[in-house]
C-alpha cells in the first residue's frame, strides 16, 4: 500500500474513535493557544514600545529674533528629511498660547474671599487664573519637535550624534535637546523581548509534544490488541506507523487553525476592555506570518510526537 494511501487510512480511522480523537484536539488547541497568548503578549508589549519610545525625539529652539519667513523653510525642509516621522512647530505666538493654556490648567481655582473683608476683596480682585496679560508677547522662540525613526542597521547613539550635529547647525538655531536615555532604555527592552520570544516559543514547543505524545501513547494503549495483530501478520513498521503520523498531523493542523480562531476572541475581548479611558491600549492581533508559523509550528510539532509515540 502506497504511503498516501496509508496517511488517508489514518486520516478515516479517526471516525473509529471519535472522543479519544475529540479530546486529543482539545488538547492540542488549548496547548496552542497558550502558547499564541504568549506571541500575542510580546507582539502587543513590542508594538508599545516601538510606538511610544523607540522613536528618536528632538526638541529644536531658534533664536526669539529669527526670522519667521526662513524658519519655516527650514521646517519645511525637515519634514522631507529621510526617516522623518513627525514634525511638530510652533511659533512664538502659538508657544505662547501653550504656555498660557498650561499655566491656566496647573494653577489652582481662587478661594472666594469672606464676604466682610473689604480689603482681602480688593487683593484679589484680579483673577491669578487670568494669563490675558501675556497675548500680544512674542518671547519664546520658535521652537519644533522632530521625531525620527531610526534606519535599521544603525547604531542608536551614534546615529542620534549625528542627527543632533546636523540639527545644531542649522541657521539661527539656539539650542537642541533629546533624550538618548529613553532611547537606550526602550531599545533594551526590544532586545529583551526578542531574546525572549524563542525560549518561550521552545517552551511552548516541548509541551505541546509532550502532550500529544502521551495523548496519541493513551489513545494506542486501547488500540494494543490491532497494532499487535499487525505486527503478527508480518506488517512492516511504516505500515503501523504512517496512519498514526497522519493522525498527529491532523490533530496538530485542527488544532492550530481552532486556537487562531479562540485567540482572536480573546484579543477582541481584551480589546473592549483594555482600550478605554485611561489606558487606551490598542491590542492587535498576530500578524499573518506569526499566525501562519503558529499553526505549521503545531502540526510538526504534533506529527513528530505521534511518530515517536508510535516507534515505542
Same mark, same amino acid.
Given at each position: 500500500?502506497?504511503?498516501?494511501?496509508?496517511?488517508?487510512?489514518?486520516?478515516?480511522?479517526?471516525?473509529?474513535?471519535?472522543?479519544?480523537?475529540?479530546?486529543?484536539?482539545?488538547?492540542?488547541?488549548?496547548?496552542?493557544?497558550?502558547?499564541?497568548t504568549g506571541l500575542l503578549i510580546l507582539h502587543n508589549v513590542q508594538a508599545e514600545v516601538?510606538?511610544?519610545?523607540?522613536?528618536?525625539?528632538?526638541?529644536?529652539?531658534?533664536s526669539a529674533s529669527s526670522n519667521m519667513t526662513e524658519v519655516e523653510g527650514q521646517w519645511?525642509?525637515?519634514?522631507?528629511?529621510?526617516?522623518?516621522?513627525?514634525?511638530?512647530?510652533?511659533?512664538?505666538?502659538?508657544?505662547?498660547?501653550?504656555?498660557?493654556?498650561?499655566?491656566?490648567a496647573a494653577t489652582p481655582a481662587p478661594v472666594a474671599p469672606p464676604a466682610d473683608n473689604?480689603?482681602?476683596?480688593?487683593?484679589? %480682585?484680579?483673577?491669578?487664573?487670568?494669563?490675558?496679560?501675556?497675548?500680544?508677547?512674542?518671547?519664546?522662540?520658535?521652537?519644533?519637535?522632530?521625531?525620527?525613526?531610526?534606519?535599521?542597521?544603525?547604531?542608536?547613539?551614534?546615529?542620534?550624534?549625528?542627527?543632533?550635529?546636523?540639527?545644531?547647525?542649522?541657521?539661527?538655531?539656539?539650542?537642541?535637546?533629546?533624550?538618548?536615555?529613553?532611547?537606550?532604555?526602550?531599545?533594551?527592552?526590544?532586545?529583551?523581548?526578542?531574546?525572549?520570544?524563542?525560549?518561550?516559543?521552545?517552551?511552548?514547543?516541548?509541551?505541546?509534544?509532550?502532550?500529544?505524545?502521551?495523548?496519541?501513547?493513551?489513545?494506542?494503549? %486501547?488500540?494494543?490488541?490491532?497494532?499487535?495483530?499487525?505486527?503478527?501478520?508480518?506488517?512492516?513498521?511504516?505500515?503501523?506507523?504512517?496512519?498514526?503520523?497522519?493522525?498527529?498531523?491532523?490533530?496538530?493542523?485542527?488544532?492550530?487553525?481552532?486556537?487562531?480562531?479562540?485567540?482572536?476572541?480573546?484579543?477582541?475581548?481584551?480589546?473592549?476592555?483594555?482600550?478605554?479611558?485611561?489606558?487606551?491600549?490598542?491590542?492587535?492581533?498576530?500578524?499573518?506570518?506569526?499566525?501562519?508559523?503558529?499553526?505549521?509550528?503545531?502540526?510538526?510539532?504534533?506529527?513528530?510526537? %505521534?511518530?515517536?509515540?508510535?516507534?515505542?
Amino acid at each position: 500500500m502506497s504511503t498516501s494511501k496509508l496517511m488517508l487510512r489514518g486520516v478515516a480511522d479517526m471516525v473509529r474513535h471519535p472522543l479519544p480523537q475529540l479530546l486529543t484536539l482539545v488538547t492540542v488547541c488549548m496547548v496552542a493557544l497558550l502558547a499564541g497568548t504568549g506571541l500575542l503578549i510580546l507582539h502587543n508589549v513590542q508594538a508599545e514600545v516601538l510606538k511610544t519610545q523607540a522613536q528618536a525625539r528632538f526638541q529644536v529652539y531658534w533664536s526669539a529674533s529669527s526670522n519667521m519667513t526662513e524658519v519655516e523653510g527650514q521646517w519645511a525642509d525637515l519634514k522631507r528629511v529621510p526617516g522623518v516621522a513627525e514634525v511638530s512647530t510652533f511659533t512664538p505666538r502659538a508657544a505662547m498660547a501653550e504656555l498660557m493654556r498650561g499655566l491656566s490648567a496647573a494653577t489652582p481655582a481662587p478661594v472666594a474671599p469672606p464676604a466682610d473683608n473689604a480689603s482681602m476683596a480688593n487683593a484679589t %480682585a484680579s483673577n491669578p487664573n487670568d494669563f490675558s496679560w501675556l497675548e500680544g508677547e512674542n518671547i519664546l522662540p520658535p521652537t519644533a519637535l522632530v521625531s525620527f525613526d531610526i534606519p535599521a542597521g544603525e547604531a542608536p547613539e551614534p546615529w542620534m550624534g549625528r542627527m543632533y550635529a546636523r540639527l545644531r547647525g542649522l541657521a539661527g538655531v539656539e539650542k537642541v535637546t533629546y533624550n538618548a536615555t529613553q532611547l537606550n532604555l526602550a531599545t533594551g527592552w526590544i532586545a529583551l523581548i526578542q531574546h525572549a520570544a524563542w525560549p518561550a516559543l521552545g517552551f511552548f514547543a516541548l509541551v505541546v509534544g509532550l502532550v500529544v505524545g502521551n495523548t496519541l501513547k493513551l489513545m494506542m494503549l %486501547a488500540r494494543k490488541d490491532e497494532v499487535e495483530i499487525l505486527s503478527l501478520v508480518g506488517a512492516r513498521p511504516w505500515f503501523i506507523r504512517a496512519p498514526l503520523f497522519a493522525n498527529g498531523v491532523v490533530q496538530g493542523f485542527a488544532g492550530g487553525v481552532l486556537s487562531l480562531f479562540c485567540l482572536k476572541f480573546l484579543q477582541s475581548w481584551l480589546k473592549s476592555v483594555l482600550d478605554v479611558p485611561p489606558l487606551f491600549l490598542k491590542v492587535q492581533f498576530l500578524p499573518a506570518w506569526q499566525c501562519l508559523a503558529l499553526v505549521l509550528a503545531t502540526t510538526c510539532v504534533a506529527g513528530l510526537a %505521534a511518530f515517536i509515540a508510535a516507534r515505542k
